[in-house]
């Protein structure tokens, strides 16, 4: 077996990615995949624990992630991309981890809850939902994984998965399964264009790497910015202004962007400024991003092919993780 450590990632195919995703993922998978064994998984099934009633939008949207994968330079040839719900040990590996955690625990993960309430569920949670940080405990270690490179909002999922990991390991007194550590990158959580604190597909408030010029131009210039910033002469506020954080985010020339906040907050530079030199910014940053996906979205099946050969890889590598479990639990009966 190969001496490189393993990454394990994913996105919910619950709409195309985004800024969000750039910074507080993608941009690192592109970077270790060389150094690493990657798997990028496509968390249709996850997906599923909120959408249920919608399996299209999923299963159309899993083309729409892969091709953001590919146009952003994740390369199928050096990292294996793969469906969740076609990996069947992942459910088997969830339902067997279930039994290590409390529902108590379960219902204390900050994310979970901040979903559950931005989601309106109340009590009326679905079950699949609820458990969602265990199936991404399945995940992370049916390939062994011990990095894992994603937004803050994850931070409470791999903690869990640590849970899980050493409870395990110390039930079956065995060491099979590997304790995940989360890479997080300097900009954790990319805030929205409406200034919410997370920019999230299903807030509706996202700049999508393959959004058009046009789109693109609207959505900057609708940017939330200091509210209390009414006249160009005015001090503004540079912490936790948006405009500001894409800048830091996805801009170039540092010296001018720290020449830009000062003047801001000393007042005397009007948000238009701002705005535009951020839009030349994303434009420049997104072009090659959307060109690239634009040629990979003529062949819908090449990329598919991508898809069902990487996923034939992670099928064995987490059929083997299965039977190291089971073994490890004792229960590797054969009939
Ligand atoms: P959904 O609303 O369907 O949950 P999402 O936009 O939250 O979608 P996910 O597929 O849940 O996206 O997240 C995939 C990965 O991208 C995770 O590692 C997550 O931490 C990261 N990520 C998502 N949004 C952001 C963001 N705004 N800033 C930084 N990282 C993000
Ligand atoms: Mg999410």
């Not at 040839?77 to 459910?91: D, E, G, H, M, R």
């Given at each position: 077996m190969s001496e490189k450590k393993i990454i394990l990632t994913g996105d919910r195919p619950?709409?195309?990615?985004?800024?969000?995703?750039?910074?507080?993922?993608?941009?690192?998978?592109?970077k270790l995949q060389d150094t690493h064994q990657q798997f990028v998984m496509i968390a249709d099934a996850q997906a599923l624990t909120d959408h249920a009633h919608e399996p299209q939008k999923i299963r159309e949207n899993i083309l729409e992630v892969a091709l953001d994968y590919l146009a952003v330079g994740i390369d199928p040839?050096?990292?294996?991309?793969?469906?969740?719900?076609?990996?069947?040990?992942?459910?088997?590996l969830t339902m067997y981890y279930l039994n290590l955690i409390t529902w108590n625990r379960l219902k204390h993960n900050p994310t979970v809850k901040l979903e559950i309430q931005q989601k309106g569920y109340g009590e009326e949670v679905p079950a699949g939902f609820m458990i969602y940080p265990i199936s991404q405990a399945a995940d992370i270690t049916a390939f062994k994984a011990s990095v894992v490179p994603v937004g803050d909002d994850q931070i409470p999922m791999i903690e869990q998965t640590v849970e899980v990991v050493r409870k395990f390991n110390r039930l079956y007194k065995t060491d099979v399964l590997i304790e995940p550590k989360a890479v997080i990158s300097?900009?954790?959580?990319?805030?929205?264009?409406?200034?919410?604190?997370?920019?999230?597909?299903?807030?509706?408030?996202?700049?999508?790497?393959?959004?058009?010029?046009?789109?693109?131009?609207?959505?900057?210039?609708?940017?939330?910015?200091?509210?209390?910033?009414?006249?160009?002469?005015?001090?503004?506020?540079?912490?936790?202004?948006p405009v500001f954080t894409y800048l830091d985010a996805f801009g170039q020339d540092k010296a001018k962007i720290e020449e830009l906040k000062a003047h801001y907050a000393r007042g005397g530079l009007g948000d238009s400024v701002v705005k535009?030199?951020?839009?030349?910014?994303?434009?420049?940053?997104?072009?090659?991003?959307?060109?690239?996906?634009?040629?990979?979205?003529k062949d819908p099946k090449e990329?598919?092919?991508y898809l069902f050969k990487g996923t034939e890889v992670a099928k064995r590598r987490a059929e083997q993780t299965l039977s190291e479990v089971r073994a490890a639990m004792g229960i590797d009966y054969k009939i």
């Open positions: 619950t709409g195309k990615l985004h800024l969000g995703h750039y910074v507080g993922s993608l941009a690192a998978r592109v040839k050096v990292s294996t991309i793969f469906i969740q719900s076609l990996v069947p040990a992942l459910p088997e300097t900009i954790a959580r990319l805030p929205g264009v409406d200034g919410k604190a997370k920019m999230s597909k299903s807030l509706n408030n996202a700049i999508y790497l393959s959004d058009s010029v046009d789109v693109i131009t609207k959505k900057v210039k609708g940017m939330y910015t200091d509210p209390g910033h009414l006249k160009v002469e005015d001090p503004g506020k540079v912490e936790g202004n535009k030199y951020l839009l030349e910014t994303l434009l420049a940053f997104l072009e090659p991003i959307r060109k690239k996906r634009e040629e990979f979205a990329v598919m092919n």
